[in-house]
């Protein structure tokens, strides 16, 4: 044991034991910070998700001039990749948008009209730009397409399909105005929508 000259022991290195324990620790840590599953991870990929919808939204205000200010529709569509693939290439080629980063969803090819393929949003069909602040047009997929009483259900309780982009943490919307929200699993004030709108979820 090293002591120096008034009998102090001097310091020491840490042991191989000791490192390993540390670094075990560590990987620990950063596999929980990356899981899907965890609040952190879910956040950071609702922050990415709003960006997506801000792209989103410029894609289709550029498409309404051309459609009497009406947003993408389909006749009959029973899904949003119908109407939302409209979208490309007239008004954008970027596909990665209508993958939301917090679910497993594959990615897009780029450039490529995705209406046989699946998305990661739910849309609301039959909005237009005139319609106000007040009406929601796109989310991230929803447990169902019913309209939403207050404190109703409109993602994932648990995790699990369906409504589950960002685990059991809620999702984020977007408004006809072009506005960005986030909500929890349960939405506190309702979401209802006109009787001439549709809302499409994305194929299962």
Not at 29 to 43: C, T
Not at 44 to 49: E, L
Not at 56 to 66: E, G, N, S, V
Not at 67 to 72: L, M, T
Request: charged share 20%.
């Amino acid at each position: 044991m090293n002591t120096d000259e008034h009998g102090y022991r001097g310091a020491r290195g840490f042991s191989l034991v000791e490192l390993l324990v540390v670094m075990a620790i560590l990987v620990v840590l950063v596999a929980i910070m990356n899981n899907r599953g965890s609040r952190s991870y879910q956040q950071q990929r609702m922050a990415v998700c709003e960006k997506n919808l801000q792209t989103m939204y410029t894609a289709l205000t550029l498409y309404t001039p051309d459609a009497k200010s009406r947003f993408p529709f389909v006749s009959n569509a029973v899904t949003s990749e119908e109407p939302l693939s409209l979208l490309v290439p007239r008004c954008t080629t970027v596909t990665e948008i209508f993958i939301c980063p917090g679910s497993k969803d594959a990615m897009l090819p780029s450039g490529e009209s995705f209406a046989e393929r699946k998305i990661s949003y739910a849309y609301y069909m039959g909005m237009d730009k005139t319609a106000g602040s007040g009406w929601v047009l796109i989310t991230d997929r929803q447990v169902d397409t019913s309209q939403k009483q207050p404190g109703g259900q409109m993602f994932s309780p648990d995790g699990k399909m369906p409504g589950n982009n960002h685990d059991r943490f809620g999702g984020n919307v977007l408004m006809v105005d072009g506005s960005i929200s986030s909500t929890k699993a349960k939405v506190a004030g309702g979401l209802l929508f006109p009787t001439n709108v549709i809302l499409l979820n994305p194929k299962p």
